[in-house]
């Protein structure tokens, strides 16, 4: 018998069914809203692996077809890899359930959420979240929840709950929090102000207490005792030590601004620890003398920040590194950027390229929908000075892409504007902290190289943040390092005018709201910084690269796509075989011609439009005879429009027989006298005898 407990939030009912699905699980639960279904399941090895230093977590969100009644397309009609939206919301899902396990538990842990039935009114994301954090209560791993999530929109002055995935709005916001503080922030927004971004977190928050007292409702009810994780046994003797003799040159080395110089220096010395701690090279005792040494560094890293308010290398908690910004980078891409900050360098590459160049999304959420435009994130390991094979893609690099493709879209001009397919892509050639900002301020200015005309310029900032009890430091642009040791990862992008997208991460228990709105604040000055850098080497869109293709766009009725697109496709197959061009047409009648060059785009032009125009009394056309008869030829004009040449308009001399001038198949120049009441089209050939056709 299966135990359901209901939920109201706002103007949604969320239903939770638990001891019905999937009872081997340590804990299991089908989460449904309308007719969206999730079954979410979570299971733990019962001791982690010997000599196992960290925690293994895996969390796998998939989307079965079947959840929507559909085949999967292509040869192999089943689901195969995970889609980029399955990885990014398995991505989401993780973060601010990874901080919510006790520091010391280390047992592999997997989190699988399946998508078993889809209703497009109700986005299963946050569904799946809550649905980890509820079977994650109910079962005997060790937890510290609950955690609940929700999808807020933002239109018109009012907040949407869980907005229609095909709705329009000024915001796209995931926010994940635990009943005291905020855990994860993933938001896409059309240049919201920093305090309509926190009210809209805040109207989240508040709508989530009927979830967290589901969760610990039913953890009462029927969950089982958590089982006991081991404590760490600390040698303080050794610690002890290892202060002693490292404090010093630690600090010296967290002094010096230059990565590598520093990484070699906090190197060298814990190879001096061991060398004097360890003489007999016990690996167990290394291992120990190595945690230890972490645990000096990430102490001493917070202590100075907060103590002694000073950074790595000497940065106030505000300041900016260096930024250096160039275009036209490389000779042949269509455009290209360079921008450094610091010691993060990020190459912006945009190739342009036609409607046939889109790429096409095949998810249960989107059907065979297009995108025109697209940014890929690279991070070869060559960026942090590291020697290692190539993967494919990594869910890092993944969400780091996703991330600043999200918050560039809002600039992106409409297809009636500029008609190009967009591809934009990254590459990360050094990397010290916050390397999908570097993304973002890249790509802004590449495609401004490119001759794109964005709405404005686009910059990102990563924040950290160091806290202590009550006392905490909000640091601007952070390293690598501060974000290793730090608290809280919090990019924020936008222009002049307002956010375009946020993402938080949280390490410790959750955020409040004060420190939020001085983060958004501080990140406010340190993006209008970064802006008017990058607008010193580039503010105005340039001029298209020679290399690019040239898109001309003309824009026909839409009950003449078909007379244009013809039996098969033959009638726009024939203009582009005479032309050389490439044709895109659109369900809204908009018809892009891409050409090499002006002329051919201009004789494509004029054969769309004869086409697919009405007949003009006195335009001259180039016509094919249909059908002989003895008192004239009918001559089709336009593709299912014909017209009546009389004998007596063939020549000026007199004709005995039409077949003495003309021959079905023939192509000849005729002249529209008329086109009567009934549509009858009236033709001459002698009038458009040395004539040019007009259309």
């Given at each position: 018998?299966?135990?359901?407990?209901?939920?109201?939030?706002?103007?949604?009912?969320?239903?939770?069914e638990f001891n019905k699905f999937a009872k081997q699980a340590n804990g299991s639960v089908m989460v449904s809203c309308g007719d969206?279904?999730?079954?979410?399941?979570v299971c733990a090895a019962s001791s982690p692996k010997e000599g196992q230093d960290f925690f293994p977590l895996t969390v796998d969100?998939?989307?079965?077809?079947?959840?929507?009644?559909?085949?999967?397309?292509?040869?192999?009609?089943?689901?195969?890899?995970?889609?980029?939206?399955?990885?990014?919301?398995?991505?989401?899902?993780d973060r601010p359930l990874r901080p919510c396990f006790p520091e010391e538990y280390m047992s592999d842990t997997q989190i699988v959420?399946?998508?078993?039935?889809?209703?497009?009114?109700?986005?299963?994301?946050?569904?799946?979240?809550?649905?980890?954090?509820?079977?994650?209560?109910?079962?005997?791993?060790?937890?510290?929840?609950?955690?609940?999530?929700?999808?807020?929109?933002?239109?018109?002055?009012?907040?949407?709950?869980?907005?229609?995935?095909?709705?329009?709005?000024?915001?796209?916001?995931?926010?994940?929090?635990?009943?005291?503080?905020?855990?994860?922030?993933?938001?896409?927004?059309?240049?919201?102000?920093?305090?309509?971004?926190?009210?809209?977190?805040?109207?989240?928050?508040?709508?989530?207490?009927?979830?967290?007292?589901?969760?610990?409702?039913?953890?009462?009810?029927?969950?089982?005792?958590?089982?006991?994780?081991?404590?760490?046994?600390?040698?303080?003797?050794?610690?002890?030590?290892?202060?002693?003799?490292?404090?010093?040159?630690?600090?010296?080395?967290?002094?010096?601004?230059?990565?590598?110089?520093?990484?070699?220096?906090?190197?060298?010395?814990?190879?001096?620890?061991?060398?004097?701690?360890?003489?007999?090279?016990?690996?167990?005792?290394?291992?120990?003398?190595?945690?230890?040494?972490?645990?000096?560094?990430?102490?001493?890293?917070?202590?100075?920040?907060?103590?002694?308010?000073?950074?790595?290398?000497?940065?106030?908690?505000?300041?900016?590194?260096?930024?250096?910004?160039?275009?036209?980078?490389?000779?042949?891409?269509?455009?290209?950027?360079?921008?450094?900050?610091?010691?993060?360098?990020?190459?912006?590459?945009?190739?342009?390229?036609?409607?046939?160049?889109?790429?096409?999304?095949?998810?249960?959420?989107?059907?065979?929908?297009?995108?025109?435009?697209?940014?890929?994130?690279?991070?070869?390991?060559?960026?942090?000075?590291?020697?290692?094979?190539?993967?494919?893609?990594?869910?890092?690099?993944?969400?780091?892409?996703?991330?600043?493709?999200?918050?560039?879209?809002?600039?992106?001009?409409?297809?009636?504007?500029?008609?190009?397919?967009?591809?934009?892509?990254?590459?990360?050639?050094?990397?010290?902290?916050?390397?999908?900002?570097?993304?973002?301020?890249?790509?802004?200015?590449?495609?401004?190289?490119?001759?794109?005309?964005?709405?404005?310029?686009?910059?990102?900032?990563?924040?950290?943040?160091?806290?202590?009890?009550?006392?905490?430091?909000?640091?601007?642009?952070?390293?690598?390092?501060?974000?290793?040791?730090?608290?809280?990862?919090?990019?924020?992008?936008?222009?002049?005018?307002?956010?375009?997208?946020?993402?938080?991460?949280?390490?410790?228990?959750?955020?409040?709201?004060?420190?939020?709105?001085?983060?958004?604040?501080?990140?406010?000055?340190?993006?209008?910084?970064?802006?008017?850098?990058?607008?010193?080497?580039?503010?105005?869109?340039?001029?298209?690269?020679?290399?690019?293709?040239?898109?001309?766009?003309?824009?026909?009725?839409?009950?003449?796509?078909?007379?244009?697109?013809?039996?098969?496709?033959?009638?726009?197959?024939?203009?582009?075989?005479?032309?050389?061009?490439?044709?895109?047409?659109?369900?809204?009648?908009?018809?892009?011609?891409?050409?090499?060059?002006?002329?051919?785009?201009?004789?494509?032009?004029?054969?769309?439009?004869?086409?697919?125009?009405?007949?003009?009394?006195?335009?001259?056309?180039?016509?094919?005879?249909?059908?002989?008869?003895?008192?004239?030829?009918?001559?089709?004009?336009?593709?299912?429009?014909?017209?009546?040449?009389?004998?007596?308009?063939?020549?000026?001399?007199?004709?005995?027989?039409?077949?003495?001038?003309?021959?079905?198949?023939?192509?000849?120049?005729?002249?529209?006298?008329?086109?009567?009441?009934?549509?009858?089209?009236?033709?001459?050939?002698?009038?458009?005898?040395?004539?040019?056709?007009?259309?």
């Amino acid at each position: 018998m299966s135990d359901i407990r209901e939920v109201t939030v706002g103007d949604k009912v969320i239903k939770f069914e638990f001891n019905k699905f999937a009872k081997q699980a340590n804990g299991s639960v089908m989460v449904s809203c309308g007719d969206t279904q999730v079954l979410v399941t979570v299971c733990a090895a019962s001791s982690p692996k010997e000599g196992q230093d960290f925690f293994p977590l895996t969390v796998d969100y998939l989307e079965k077809f079947y959840a929507t009644g559909r085949i999967p397309g292509g040869f192999v009609k089943r689901e195969t890899r995970p889609s980029d939206l399955e990885a990014l919301t398995s991505r989401v899902i993780d973060r601010p359930l990874r901080p919510c396990f006790p520091e010391e538990y280390m047992s592999d842990t997997q989190i699988v959420a399946t998508v078993v039935s889809y209703d497009p009114k109700h986005h299963p994301s946050s569904l799946a979240l809550i649905g980890a954090s509820t079977a994650l209560m109910i079962s005997d791993i060790p937890f510290n929840g609950p955690v609940a999530a929700l999808r807020i929109g933002f239109q018109d002055g009012k907040y949407i709950l869980d907005p229609d995935v095909t709705a329009v709005t000024d915001l796209d916001l995931n926010v994940a929090c635990k009943p005291d503080a905020i855990l994860m922030v993933e938001a896409g927004a059309n240049f919201l102000s920093e305090a309509q971004m926190l009210d809209a977190i805040n109207h989240g928050h508040k709508l989530m207490k009927p979830l967290f007292d589901m969760q610990l409702e039913v953890q009462k009810a029927f969950g089982v005792p958590k089982r006991e994780v081991a404590k760490k046994v600390v040698d303080t003797g050794l610690v002890e030590k290892i202060r002693t003799s490292a404090k010093a040159d630690v600090s010296k080395a967290f002094a010096v601004s230059d990565k590598g110089e520093r990484s070699k220096a906090l190197k060298d010395i814990g190879k001096s620890l061991s060398a004097s701690l360890n003489p007999d090279n016990d690996s167990a005792k290394a291992k120990e003398i190595s945690v230890y040494y972490e645990d000096l560094k990430y102490n001493m890293m917070r202590a100075q920040i907060l103590d002694e308010k000073r950074r790595i290398g000497g940065r106030g908690y505000a300041d900016i590194r260096d930024i250096k910004c160039e275009t036209k980078t490389l000779k042949r891409p269509h455009g290209s950027s360079l921008f450094q900050r610091g010691e993060t360098q990020a190459l912006g590459i945009v190739t342009l390229g036609s409607g046939e160049d889109e790429q096409r999304v095949d998810t249960i959420q989107f059907n065979s929908t297009k995108k025109s435009f697209m940014l890929h994130y690279n991070f070869p390991p060559f960026s942090v000075g590291e020697a290692r094979p190539l993967r494919t893609l990594s869910r890092r690099e993944m969400g780091h892409g996703a991330l600043a493709e999200r918050a560039l879209i809002p600039v992106i001009p409409p297809a009636s504007k500029f008609g190009y397919t967009i591809r934009l892509v990254s590459e990360t050639l050094e990397s010290n902290g916050s390397s999908s900002m570097a993304a973002v301020c890249a790509g802004t200015m590449a495609m401004l190289d490119a001759g794109v005309p964005i709405k404005e310029p686009v910059a990102g900032i990563a924040m950290g943040l160091i806290k202590e009890g009550d006392k905490y430091a909000i640091l601007s642009d952070i390293l690598g390092d501060e974000d290793h040791l730090g608290d809280m990862d919090f990019k924020v992008c936008g222009s002049k005018s307002g956010i375009t997208a946020l993402q938080m991460d949280i390490k410790i228990g959750g955020l409040t709201q004060e420190i939020m709105e001085k983060a958004l604040a501080q990140a406010k000055q340190g993006r209008t910084h970064i802006l008017s850098k990058m607008e010193l080497a580039i503010s105005t869109p340039g001029e298209l690269s020679e290399y690019a293709p040239r898109i001309f766009q003309i824009k026909i009725p839409n009950d003449r796509i078909r007379d244009l697109i013809g039996p098969g496709g033959k009638t726009v197959k024939k203009i582009i075989a005479d032309t050389g061009v490439k044709i895109d047409i659109s369900d809204d009648g908009m018809v892009s011609i891409v050409s090499p060059d002006v002329a051919s785009a201009e004789a494509a032009k004029q054969a769309i439009r004869g086409i697919t125009t009405d007949p003009e009394i006195g335009a001259i056309y180039l016509g094919t005879v249909k059908k002989i008869m003895d008192f004239g030829a009918f001559i089709e004009i336009k593709p299912g429009t014909e017209g009546l040449c009389h004998i007596s308009e063939l020549e000026d001399a007199r004709v005995n027989k039409v077949t003495d001038i003309l021959n079905e198949g023939d192509e000849v120049m005729v002249k529209v006298l008329d086109i009567d009441r009934q549509g009858k089209v009236k033709l001459s050939r002698k009038a458009a005898l040395n004539k040019k056709p007009e259309v």
